[in-house]
């Protein structure tokens, strides 16, 4: 059984259908990228799966349970976005427990986890410091522990280093990677970048305009891919 199935997911904001019927199945552990162009639909894909935009057609599964009618917070799922969304008033070690308080996660337990996971990204020494005290590279630890400390099932990236610069994102690149392997993690991750694409994935969806255009590893996607356009897209050697 597949870890995660979109069946022929649609969305219509008013008349405009900006997914028409997309079909991805992945694994367990499995690190699928999306990419596409601006406005192809990556984002609201990525918001129907967290639950944040409704489903106008189709079926989202995780497993064998459709979860289309979840609220979100019922869905094992945790979501980091390229603005942060950090709650600016709040510790970072707030911002980190705020979704287990929200659980009623015995505070033993909490500091336990806040622990693990400030550990495991470095930001031991900032959990009393605001969001605004933090640089940009730090906020995006601080995001990826407040979705890490919720041991979802599936972790969905926004563009999750857009705003950051270079070297800190081949930076964040590699440990993104090692999280990947070390949690086991299955993880649907957005990015305009191909490069970043190529070396995290394990599969690589190629939307355009709201329709998939092809679903494989990234060497299939780029030695073969399946038309001109992913070929173009993706840099392929013709
Ligand atoms: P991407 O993330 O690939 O850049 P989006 O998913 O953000 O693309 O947007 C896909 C299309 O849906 C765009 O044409 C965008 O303008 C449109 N869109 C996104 N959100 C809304 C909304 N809330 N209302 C109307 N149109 C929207
Ligand atoms: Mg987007």
Sequence with gaps: MASLTLNNVKKRFGHVEVLKGIDIAIDDGDFLVL???SGC???TLLNMIAGLDSISDGEVSIGD???NDLHPADRDIAMVFQSYALYPNMTVGQNISFGLEMRN????????KINEVSSML????????KP????????QR????RALVRDPKIFLFDEPLSNLDAKLRVDMRTEIKRLHQRLSATIVYVTHDQIEAMTLATKIAVMKDGELQQLGSPAEVYDNPANTFVATFMG???
């Design 35 to 37: 990419v596409g162009p």
């Design 41 to 43: 639909g990556k984002s």
């Design 65 to 67: 349970v459709v979860i």
């Design 105 to 112: 996660v015995p505070k033993p337990e909490r500091d336990r």
């Design 122 to 129: 470095q930001i031991e020494h900032l959990l009393s410091r």
């Design 132 to 139: 605004g005290q933090l640089s940009g590279g730090q906020r």
């Design 142 to 145: 601080v995001a990826m522990g």
């Design 236 to 238: 392929s050697p013709s």
